[in-house]
């Protein structure tokens, strides 16, 4: 891979990289170098994830090599000076021992985080395909992800799998734990292999040790430690995880969410009907303790439990919670809530005799309290601790520092909000809002401690001595407020340009519908039907010439189903989906995945116009998906998505920033704020689209005031130039015509696509982002198109797409790269390694996979004119095939490639992306344990079918050769009916 010398720092890349690519590594080197904090923006396809995993440990490289000579110098010179006794040898070995001893004391890691860990493993894959992938990395997980305790794992309440593990670990009853120390040096854990979090799940169950303790082991020693956000800003999370931030560098990468997972991490809601719970569990442990009369004792507490605490312990704590009870059932609330400076809280927990002093004592016994709830008793229906849990939360987050200045600092960031919840229209889940049913009270008050500081978790951060802090996202910008809110001193700034040309990207601000009625989404406007029947038409109309899929979001779910309701009984919904089949975003999880795929599967089905997904701003659409070339080739925003007005969190949000603005007017205004809330989920939804250097799309604004200077500012720096205002809409609509015309006959054909968002490929081993630096990497599940007609030439419309030709600029670009190398098919003897090149080398060679489809395509022509008739399958082999008695009638039987790389080429074409994994997954086991009976019915449930059965076969030659006699015996032994 070329060396590049930036800031006088040697660093690989895998081609000769961008100008965007080097100011960008140039700053973080700067970053680094220097010990300041960071805030860089670059839009997504400019390669920013692997320009930064490159550039911070190319200098960490280089700091390491610096460390250890200072430290062999220094224990030179301090070994040859007098009064050293002892032999020769015994100087070296001391010598060694310091020397280790001053590199690791002085030792930076880089811990990187993001928001999701589907996105830390797109950078881990980042990690290993870069020539920094010996270095020592790790990923921390939660147990959700890395739990394999068959009892543990099952447990579907968070909290209660916290307090089983821990009490299992204290106990030492598990045998995963138990392992940890025994394997934590086994060669697959710590060997050179990069392992993510679903590799970690697979080395614990082949080594039958615990993962989510073994990546805890892992971290001491690693270089580079990934994890998710809340990890780093949420104190009760760091400390779980032991996360050490001393002389530390932070990457917080997308952070674009930051500011808001700052204020989140730091706050809390209780509820009055939560301490009422909090005193039913600690009166139901009292109750076991008592006499043993039937009335007393609760049959579902195990009274063997060991209990860390005492009756008296249990009568005083519910003593303080009674008196918190009567402190928050006596403040005056009025009918918008009250509000109260943050050091309010402490003035509450002291009425109840929570202080500084007792804290720690009153965290442990409830800590102990809830273990053993939790863990007293299998029965779902026993107390388990929730409302303890919850005030366990509070005094967490409360006591997360004791000192004056931290106390000055909540007044400052914080406040205390109480509002009254009508029960009538919050319905309860757990069944406890009937506790305090007795008190003749028809609402339950909730009390909010709201931190509104971003600074305030950036600051804890700060305390803890950290190195360096570099934020980075595709959409930061303005960045002068941002700085203003993070509070910390920000030495490096950066705003990339976009690698995309002027001819790539169509940006039009349309003000006005095709009946010349002002768009504009403001509160007064939306139940307006005019408006909302002007902007379906306008939809309507650029669906007819916005070529594929085309994205629409709206500021809200509300505004989203009101607008879906009036356009379908207008017939204008029907319209549109009769163009391009409408998708839309639900607001549950579960169903997302699915529709999402069934999107991007009418994409690929040349049958149809595209698709379009309606979406929201700041949903999962908007944030984590990648929509490259034809999934997404214009989006309209609807709408500018204000935060609601109303609530009364913005309103304290908006007078806090006033009252700062007092004192310095560097400070956002409470306005300027609520403004850029809705710009930032603007530049976050465009993002969706251009992905990387030979991408284009259109974007199109519908709503008049996008026009205004203040709000085209906010919008992202590389987006301002190419904004355009349309004066009238028939002209606007032909201009986006001219705009695909053009762009379809100038610009490369798109090489590949993502066939699952990234969440639903989350851990998946082949999955890989369309984009990096501009270069496309292979996805699962490909189909040629012709790039005059656009007209598939597969004959599987719910696969993905690989065009033929490729940019010139991108070998120009990787000419000297060992990327180009990675590309060029070579043949191996080795099943596992064809896998593994086939990631990089599958949309090498277009014209293999026209073959492989061609040969498809005429497979199954023949096997459409064959008869029907029943036979056994002929042993493999193209003798065998020669000497078979078939009929002319009879199609041919099929043979799998004898390339290794074509064999794996056409079984990355006929699977699905699902099924694809599990043959992954299935070699890899395999290759790693034998099992023979596992691997064999895994490849029956994927290729026992007559289409595919001749890759079943051809698996024989990759088998252990004691399995292959058995293998050919089944194989002689399957009949189909064709």
Known sequence: MPEVMISGIPVNFPFEPYDV????????????????????????GTGKTLSLLCSSLAWLLVKKAQLQMNAQVGNFAEHSGSGFGGSLRDNLKAGAGKAKDNVSWGMPKIIYSSRTHSQLTQAMQELKRSSYRHVKATVLGSRDQMCIHPEVSKESNNMNKVQMCQLKVKSKTCYFYNNVDSKKEDRSVKGDEILDIEDLVAVGKKLKCCPYYLSKELKQDADIIFMPYNYLLDPKSRKANGVELMNNIIIFDEAHNVEKMCEESASLQIKSTDIALCIDEITHVMRSFSENTEEQLDSTVDNNQPKDFTCEDLCVLKEMMLSLEKAIDEINVGSEGTTFPGGFIFELLAKAEIKDHNQMSVITLLGNLVTYLSTASASPFQRKGVGLQKFVDLLNVVFSGTTHSYKERVKMCYKVHVNIEDKKNNKKSDGWGALKAGNAKSAERVLSYWCFSPGFGM???????????????GTLAPLKPLISELGIPIGVQLENPHIVKSNQICVKIISQGPDTTPLNSNYQNRDNPKYISSLGRTILSFSRVVPDGLLVFFPSYPIMTKCQEAWQSEGIWSSINNIKPIFVEP????????????????????????????????GKVSEGLDFADMNGRAVIITGLPFPPLKDPRIILKKKYLEELRVNNKDFLSGDEWYSLEATRAVNQAIGRVIRHKNDYGAILLCDGRFNSPKLKGQLSAWLRDHINVSNKFGETVSEICRFFKTAEATLPSPKLKPLLPDEANKGCKNYEPSNVGGVSFPITNTRIVNKGTKKSVSQYPNSNEVYADFSMDFYKNAKASAYVNEFKPKETKDLFSALDSSKDVSQSSAHSLVTIHKRIAEDSSAALTAKRKKFKIKPFGFEDNLKSGGTPSTAPEKVAPTSLIDFVKEIKVLLQADQYKLFQTSISSYKKDGNYETFLAILKSIFENKKMFYLFKGMKRFLKEDHKNTFQEYCDNVTFDI
């Open 21 to 44: 690519q080097k100011a960008y590594m140039e700053r973080v080197i700067e970053s680094l170098q220097n010990n300041t904090h960071a805030l860089l923006e670059s839009p997504t």
């Open 459 to 473: 600051k804890q951060l700060l305390d803890q001595n950290v190195r360096s802090i570099i934020l980075t996202s």
């Open 587 to 618: 607001q549950r999880k579960d169903t997302f995945n699915a529709i999402i795929s069934d999107f991007y599967g009418k994409i690929s089905d040349p049958s149809t116009k595209g698709a379009c997904f309606m979406a929201v701003c700041r």
